[in-house]
């Protein structure tokens, strides 16, 4: 198992109605503690609380009990099939699995409103596949392992109950305030790998009003300005200058490189694969836990939009392909605003407008980037994103500015904050920093004198560590995958030309991002394949990228190479397997488990006549280990060639070696057999009450 194939291993799982009695506890993912971060390996008897990116599985003797954090950052994705069930906190992980072994099908709906989302998915349980549910943010898990039963508990978390005007919720703020400084300033004691961001706008501010209050060395770590404007960076440096600390100082950070793009294209894709658009492609992983601290998260009554406003703003831009896009979009939006409409917490169109962009938003794009920089050992840390302070109304019956909860903290924890402009030429209204004043004194904040935080000394030590050897960027791999002619035909069988059109020109005009776009395209597609494999009809690997040998193998050998010259390569290391069951009952084979994900299945015309439908299998992996069903009773023949390769109209030898068939654990070849197209190694037998037959294979390329 590779490091990275490792790391998947390590932060996903797959639990199915089978396997409950193997079900290990498990910490996936982190914590935030009152005192620091906690992860599988510290979890001992600390109470997890609902702040962090994790799922919790915690096993007794009869029940499995599975808790996710307080925005679901992982996803619980469940799927039935009858009395079976499987659950997995990563869907591509669920979907891989189920292809193989149960029906699935594609949500057509879902994949027309995820095309042009922006940033991710806008859809609250769905997914693409229609019979695996993301289960609510706040829903736990709770399995009966005797009687396979699965319940669900659903957590109150009071959110918007509290108003600042009341020593609750004054009492909630400070405890906010609190136990953010002492995680900080434990953190800052421990490690210099730390980064603060900062920007012009609020959300960073609310932030610094933390670390600028906790009594920490400032010296040592990084405190980072985007410069998405240079007006975000005119103010950071403005702040910088006024209490005296350095923008954009760059420390060494000890990390190592990925080795190859599918490592970088897993790290991304695990987590974020049909919900998130953005991908973050890290090339490294730290091999010290490096902590950042975002303003992810967003304490405003955002977007303030009635129902037909918050419909409108999303879906304008498709109006211009008519129902094809339109009409699935609106449809999930309103069934999601219909599921949120019972909650205690919405009063008016407004909250629930609010309440459906934040609980898509948080869990799709602020949740799953934080498990997918877990994943590197960067430890994403907002504040913003603490169930304790959702507890608290953005607004009061004398306030409706929107901005009220964050003039307050600034008003309480570090007022010098409030002197500088917000970004896009915004100031604060100067109404409500007087009603925040006036609340701040009838309920005092009882100020606490910490120490000074030193922090660790700066280690001497190289910035990175191994060969930086990616032969080819993932965003080029997928404008490559996008610009391929099979893609584009591929495409157009679902969607017209004109979209396939304008996704190749919003590459050229994004600036930010310029291939999400083409991400959800190639997901699409790439689910749509899964699906067709479920159903034993022609499959397409190529478009099965994440498990390709295009990427892998080569780059094993350093060889620099376009996905054209890496195609042409495929011959030399692809054995051909074919299979059919000859009758005269309409008979074929089904797949049931095929151990290679990469491998190519088709039901080519030729093979399917009056004696039945044929099956062929290309796989370049090596081994391949398959359970079929057959289908009516007939002799099971099984080809073992090399692969069908003509130049100038003549067929051309490609070798293969096969060292091992093995049927029913009944071993067939004894001694190595050499087979190409025209002189393939045949076997037969009968099938008759035998409906299903375990093949195994191993071969070697010449």
């Not at 409108?312 to 129902?323: A, C, T």
Request: aromatic residues 14%.
């Amino acid at each position: 198992m590779s490091g990275i194939d490792k790391i998947i291993d390590d932060n996903f799982f797959l639990i199915d109605s089978n396997n409950l009695t193997s079900v290990k506890e498990k910490l996936y993912g982190y914590a935030i503690g009152e005192n620091g971060i906690i992860q599988d390996e510290n979890i001992g008897d600390n109470i997890l609380g609902k702040c962090g990116a994790y799922v919790h599985v915690k096993v007794t003797d009869n029940y499995i009990n599975i808790n996710q954090d307080f925005i679901g950052s992982y996803g619980l994705y469940l799927y039935k099939y009858g009395d079976f069930f499987a659950i997995s906190n990563s869907f591509l992980k669920l979907v891989e699995y189920l292809k193989y072994n149960y029906p699935i099908s594609f949500n057509k709906d879902f994949a027309d409103a995820f095309l042009f989302s922006p940033l991710s998915s806008f859809v609250l349980n769905e997914t693409l596949i229609n019979e695996i549910e993301m289960l609510p943010d706040n829903y736990d898990i709770i399995i009966d392992k005797k009687n396979k039963f699965i319940t669900y508990n659903k957590i109150d978390y009071q959110e918007y109950t509290l108003y600042l005007d009341s020593k609750e919720g004054m009492d909630v703020l400070d405890k906010w305030y609190d136990k953010w400084i002492n995680i900080l300033r434990f953190i800052r004691s421990k490690t210099n790998d730390i980064v603060f961001e900062l920007s012009g706008g609020l959300d960073t501010r609310i932030i610094a009003a933390l670390w600028l209050s906790a009594n920490i060395n400032l010296d040592k770590i990084e405190i980072r300005s985007y410069l998405r404007s240079p007006e975000d960076l005119r103010i950071a440096s403005l702040i910088a200058n006024d209490f005296n600390f350095n923008l954009n100082n760059q420390f060494p950070i000890y990390k190592k490189y990925l080795y190859d793009t599918k490592d970088t294209l897993d790290i991304s894709f695990y987590p974020k694969l049909g919900f998130n658009k953005e991908m973050y492609y890290q090339g490294n992983i730290f091999l010290n836990p490096l902590y950042v601290f975002t303003g992810m998260g967003d304490l405003r009554r955002y977007p303030n939009q009635n129902i037909k406003e918050y419909i409108e703003g999303i879906v304008s831009p498709l109006r211009k392909y008519g129902d094809i896009l339109l009409k699935p979009s609106i449809d999930l939006l309103n069934k999601g605003l219909d599921a949120l409409s019972d909650e205690p917490y919405i009063q008016n169109e407004y909250d629930l407008t609010a309440a459906m962009y934040k609980k898509a938003r948080y869990r799709h794009h602020f949740g799953k980037a934080s498990v997918e920089n877990y994943l590197i050992n960067r430890i994403s840390l907002s504040p913003i994103i603490d169930p304790e302070l959702n507890k608290l109304n953005v607004i009061t019956n004398e306030c409706d500015d929107e901005l009220l909860l964050m003039i307050m903290i600034l008003v309480r924890f570090c007022p010098s904050l409030l002197n500088y402009e917000i970004e896009g030429n915004r100031n604060f209204n100067q109404e409500t920093v007087e009603y925040a004043k006036k609340i701040n004194n009838k309920f005092p904040l009882a100020k606490k004198d910490y120490a000074f935080v030193e922090g660790p000394d700066v280690e001497e030590r190289n910035n990175v560590t191994g060969p930086k050897s990616q032969f080819i960027n993932p965003d080029e791999y997928m404008k490559k995958i996008f610009s391929l002619d099979s893609f584009e035909k591929e495409f157009e069988k679902y969607y017209p030309k004109e979209i396939y059109e304008d996704i190749k020109r919003s590459v050229k005009n994004k600036t930010k991002f310029p291939v999400s776009n083409i991400h959800s395209a190639i997901t699409i597609i790439k689910y749509m394949n899964d699906v067709k494999f479920s159903e034993y009809t022609h499959y397409r690997s190529y478009f099965d990228w994440l498990k390709s040998y295009d990427i892998n193998y080569y780059e094993d050998y350093g060889m620099e190479m376009d996905l054209n010259s890496i195609n042409s390569l495929y011959k030399y290391i692809t054995a051909r397997i074919d299979i059919k069951n000859y009758g005269t009952d309409k008979n074929k084979i089904n797949i049931i488990k095929n151990s290679d994900s990469s491998s190519e299945v088709q039901t080519p015309i030729w093979f399917n006549d009056e004696s039945g439908q044929g099956t062929v299998i290309l796989s370049k992996k090596g081994n391949l280990n398959i359970t079929i069903e057959c289908i009516n009773q007939g002799k099971l023949t099984v080809y073992l060639r090399g692969i069908d390769f003509r130049s100038d109209n003549e067929r051309i030898p490609i070798y293969v070696k096969y060292l091992d068939l093995t049927i029913n654990n009944e071993k067939i070849i004894d001694k190595p057999i050499i087979a190409w197209h025209d002189e393939p190694f045949v076997y037969e037998m009968s099938v008759g009450d035998l409906k299903k037959v375990d093949i195994s294979i191993i071969w070697e390329t010449l």
